[in-house]
Structure formats: structure tokens, C-alpha cells
């Protein structure tokens, strides 16, 4: 009996204990233990990175290049046309000037869809290009700044041009308040710019 009331109050006495314990064990912040944030905003950095700025003059020099080619191949499908209706219907040289018409614009359609298709291979693979990088600068300056974790901000530039832009800005805009936060932004792109 005695071994009996000895388990069971070893029991209880284990129990309470258990209980302060649970309750004083409880995760509270320490004093002085604090997060360390840092932001980078994207969208200042693809606009304002040499880099970036170099590759869009690049890239539109190269679309105006392109286009004034188009352009080249319309005036003169405009002008075998307009030759066309000259030659009488049905005639060796009207069925000669019908094929090359059919055949140019068949190939302008062609060079037009390539050149669209190729814009956008190259913006594609730029983007990811420097959005690769820019992740690892972020992790290298988060990492010799102490930074816990860095967030992607940008301030949503209103009024905005459609509801789809709306739709968006609020799904991707996800920091509304960021006091305190160390914005590494101007960093990066420095970093950026000393590698090209």
C-alpha cells in the first residue's frame, strides 16, 4: 500500500511539475533578438541598371533595324501589286507576277512572326539572365550585412492603366509597411553595374 501512495503522489508531483514547466517554457521573444529585413525593389533596379539600360537601347536598335526591313518588304509587295494590276488576267506574265507576290508575302509574314517570336526569346532570356543574378547579389549582401531575410518591394505606381494591372498589383504586392527595413536596392545595382 505504501509503494502504492508513493507512485501515485510521484505521479502527481510529476504532473505539477510538468505544468509549470510547460507554462514558463513557452517561446517569448528575447530582448535584443531582433529579425534583420532588408528589401530589394526589382523593378527600380531592371530600370535602372546600366546593364539593363545598354541591353533595351541594344534591343531597340535592333527592332527599329527589323522593322525598317519590314517595312522595306511592304513597299515593294505594295508596288508588285499595284504592277499587277497593269498585266492583263490570266496572262503568262500576270500569273509569273501573281506567284513572286504570293511567294513575297508569304515571306514577309514569315520574317514578321520570326522577328516577333525572337524579341521575345531574347527579353525572355535576358530577364532571367539578371534575375539570377540579382538573386545572387541579394544573398551575397544579405549575407555580409546580417540580414535575416530580404523581401521584393516596389511601390505600385497609381493610377493604374487597367483593371488586369490592378488584379495583378494586388496579388503580387504582398509589403504594405516597412519601417526599419535596410533597402539594399541601390546596393545591387551597384553591384551590378561592376560587373559589366
Known sequence: MNI??????????????ASFGHQYSR????????????LVSIRKIFRECKSNISYRQEAMAEYNKALAELERLTKELEADEAGLKTLKPGSPDHLKQYKQILEKRANL????????????????????????EILQI????????????????????????SA?????????????????????????????????
Not at 138 to 161: H, R
Open 27 to 38: 517561446a517569448e521573444p528575447k530582448e535584443g533578438a531582433n529579425l534583420s529585413v532588408g
Open 138 to 161: 541579394t544573398k551575397a549582401l544579405a549575407e555580409q550585412k546580417g540580414l535575416s531575410l530580404v523581401l521584393e518591394y516596389d511601390e505600385p505606381e497609381f493610377p493604374l492603366a
Open 109 to 132: 509574314e514569315a520574317q514578321q512572326q520570326y522577328h516577333k517570336q525572337h524579341r521575345a526569346l531574347n527579353e525572355q532570356q535576358r530577364t532571367e539572365q539578371l534575375y539570377k
Open 4 to 17: 502504492r501512495i508513493a507512485l501515485i503522489s510521484s505521479c502527481l508531483i510529476g504532473m505539477i511539475l
Open 164 to 196: 488586369d494591372e490592378l488584379v495583378m498589383t494586388l496579388n503580387t504586392h504582398k509589403v504594405l509597411y516597412s519601417a526599419g527595413c535596410l533597402d539594399i536596392t541601390d546596393d545591387v545595382i551597384a553591384r551590378l553595374d561592376e560587373k559589366k
